[in-house]
T-cell receptor
Framework: NAGVTQTPKFQVLKTGQSMTLQCAQD?????MYWYRQDPGMGLRLIYY???????DKGEVPNGYNVSRLNKREFSLRLESAAPSQTSVYFC?????????????FGSGTQLSVL | GENVEQHPSTLSVQEGDSAVIKCTYS??????FPWYKQELGKRPQLIID?????GEKKDQRIAVTLNKTAKHFSLHITETQPEDSAVYFC?????????????FGIGTKLQVIP
């Protein structure tokens, strides 16, 4: 039982490049989330998926797209990276109203956009 | 939407002293209040949580109190140890059926001085 697994751990991009951050959970959770963490700003929600087949914008969705590929996997895509997207990204999952409302986080992706 | 304010942003205490971190929230519908600890370079991990129908919860050296009327909740760490040094995040969560809306505070950096 690995919990929430996200890849890669580190990534450096040039402005305008694209990339996809991958996230998978093995806890059979319905809900999955993508957060970014910046100094002094806490954890801000980018997108979330309340259940398989649904996705919704969070607090800071501009410049990102997501795909809930199946119940286990939720990916985050940067189509044209910008320096403002330099951040640490965390995927998380939970199962509110069912097995667990607690958020379980992945180990994070440190992204630098030059 | 929900707004969570967390104070202080930094806190230094001597080993063995107590530490208190406070959060206020704006949405009276929020019904679940977890606290996360994030060590440097690591993922946030849940350390204690409280539901809106409970006023206080304790787990060894950590405790959380909730005042629903005033819409604030606090984390108390007693007999602090150097390994308590980390960033602590509060969150106010609205859980309704299978839906979960999470708002984090900006975090408190706690330093325990040996």
């Amino acid at each position: 039982n690995a919990g929430v697994t996200q890849t890669p751990k580190f990534q450096v991009l040039k402005t305008g490049q694209s990339m996809t951050l991958q996230c998978a959970q093995d806890m059979n959770h319905n809900s999955m989330y993508w957060y970014r963490q910046d100094p002094g700003m806490g954890l801000r929600l980018i997108y979330y998926s309340a259940s398989e087949g649904t996705t919704d914008k969070g607090e800071v969705p501009n410049g990102y797209n997501v795909s809930r590929l199946n119940k286990r996997e939720f990916s985050l895509r940067l189509e044209s990276a910008a320096p403002s997207q330099t951040s640490v990204y965390f995927c998380a999952s939970s199962d509110p109203g069912r097995s667990s409302e607690k958020l379980f986080f992945g180990s994070g992706t440190q992204l630098s956009v030059l | 939407g929900e707004n969570v304010e967390q104070h202080p942003s930094t806190l230094s205490v001597q080993e063995g002293d107590s530490a208190v971190i406070k959060c206020t929230y704006s949405d009276s519908a929020s019904n679940y209040f977890p606290w996360y600890k994030q060590e440097l370079g690591k993922r946030p991990q849940l350390i204690i949580d409280i539901r809106s129908n409970v006023g206080e919860k304790k787990d060894q050296r950590i405790a959380v109190t909730l005042n629903k009327t005033a819409k604030h909740f606090s984390l108390h760490i007693t007999e602090t140890q150097p390994e308590d040094s980390a960033v602590y995040f509060c969150a106010a969560i609205l859980i309704s059926g299978g839906y979960q809306k999470v708002t984090f505070g900006i975090g408190t950096k706690l330093q325990v001085i040996p």
